[in-house]
């Protein structure tokens, strides 16, 4: 088994106990033979500061001091690749690390954990991942902005907005050849749902469209598509298979055994995957 996202111990998210001596410890107890270990890098947040919900500016610095003690370990038995976890930032396909930086590890691990930014509709408001209000926004006032907010989704409409991740996500695979593996993806649309856009009033098969040059590129680039435990459109994966997209499954492990994303639940992301090529 292959697990190309679990987080360190230099994070604010990942446990202490997350150093690569445990972290290989837990891969061989769980079956795991090859891994990625993951540092966030996130050059700049949507809210211009240091700070932003679970993320903190992080750069240069913070990259070397992970990859020295990564370095520094000998694996005993599990294969292991150096990577970042960064943020998609617009449908150019800028992301949150500088190109320098990347050459530095051997996977980008490519997110959205929030709204990108999209000609027809800059990013001007914040949720956090789970579609809570950010807490600047969480007043009466911040309530009317939602609802401009809301106005304007609806006005570029959900299709616009599923073509635009599209199109991120393609830009970015083509400008920075170290992206491998779009990170946590299942349906590839949580972010929109989550800023309020109608993805549902997009049938699955006009999605599935959308979606075909983004699978046919991933195919012909190699890169990975993440699946974690809540799984994915059966026909959606169906035709991403169709078209030799690969497909990699994770826990999002930012613990070992207990706790919140623990590495031991990837077993849950690979029964997913399990039963889905089994439909």
């Not at 299709?159 to 779009?182: C, D, H, Q």
């Amino acid at each position: 088994m292959k697990d190309f996202h679990v987080h360190y111990h230099l994070d604010a998210c990942g446990h202490e106990e997350m150093t690569m001596p445990n972290i290989e410890r837990a891969c061989i107890e769980l079956g795991i033979d090859e891994a990625a270990v993951l540092k966030h890098y996130s050059q700049q947040l949507p809210n211009g500061k240091n700070d932003w919900a679970a993320w903190h500016v992080q750069g240069s610095a913070e990259l070397d001091k992970f990859l020295d003690e990564y370095k520094a370990y000998q694996p005993k038995q599990v294969v292991f690749h150096s990577g970042v976890e960064t943020e998609l930032l617009n449908d150019d396909g800028d992301i949150n690390i500088p190109l320098c930086d990347q050459e530095k590890v051997d996977i980008v691990q490519l997110s959205i954990h929030f709204m990108i930014s999209t000609k027809k509709l800059p990013l001007e408001f914040l949720l956090y991942p789970n579609g809570a209000f950010s807490p600047e926004f969480d007043t009466a006032d911040g309530q009317k902005q939602w609802k401009d907010w809301l106005d304007k989704v609806n006005t570029v409409g959900a299709e616009y907005l599923i073509e635009a991740t599209v199109s991120g996500y393609m830009n970015a695979i083509k400008r920075f050849p170290k992206v491998r593996s779009l990170a946590h993806m299942d349906n590839g649309l949580a972010h929109l749902y989550n800023y309020g856009a109608d993805v549902d009033s997009v049938s699955i098969s006009r999605r599935i469209e959308i979606f075909e040059p983004l699978m046919k590129l991933m195919s012909d680039r190699g890169v990975n598509w993440e699946l974690t435990a809540g799984g994915m459109n059966k026909d959606m994966f169906k035709r991403a298979r169709e078209l030799g997209v690969n497909f990699t499954c994770t826990a999002d492990g930012h613990q070992l055994y207990n706790g919140w994303g623990p590495l031991a639940k990837h077993i849950d992301a690979e029964n997913t995957l399990n039963k889905l090529m089994n439909m």
